[in-house]
Nanobody, 121 residues
Framework: QVQLVESGGGLVQPGGSLRLSCAASGSIFNINAMAWYRQAPGKERELVAVRPSVGITNYADSVKGRFTISRDNAKNTVYLQMNSLKPEDTAVYYC???????????????WGQGTQVTVSS
């Protein structure tokens, strides 16, 4: 019913930039928070940034000042602008959205398929 489709990953040199996009589609009534997570090899998935529908945007300490999360509510899309990339940012990045499918219905978390970001010279 709901799909999250990510794009924008790839290979970039240290100090470079990438912009990830994630578009939600399907029978969506309302999207609450949208977020980006990442998972590096051998590590647990971690929160990178979260953008609520209202309220304060939060970032992991490791990306503060370098990454920016933004939303286009008209397009049901969330972006992650990543600047000054470091090798330790290498991971699979996942989009997450908390979505209501109907008015007064419960909200559920949905995930994208993941997009690989590799920072290497």
């Amino acid at each position: 019913q709901v799909q999250l489709v990510e794009s924008g990953g790839g290979l970039v040199q240290p100090g470079g930039s990438l912009r990830l996009s994630c578009a939600a589609s399907g029978s969506i009534f309302n999207i609450n928070a949208m977020a980006w997570y990442r998972q590096a090899p051998g590590k647990e998935r971690e929160l990178v940034a979260v953008r609520p529908s209202v309220g304060i945007t939060n970032y992991a300490d490791s990306v503060k000042g370098r990454f920016t999360i933004s939303r286009d509510n008209a397009k049901n899309t969330v972006y992650l602008q990543m600047n000054s990339l470091k090798p330790e940012d290498t991971a699979v990045y996942y989009c997450n959205a908390n979505i209501n499918l109907r008015w007064m219905g419960p909200s559920n978390d949905y995930w994208g398929q993941g997009t690989q970001v590799t920072v290497s010279s």
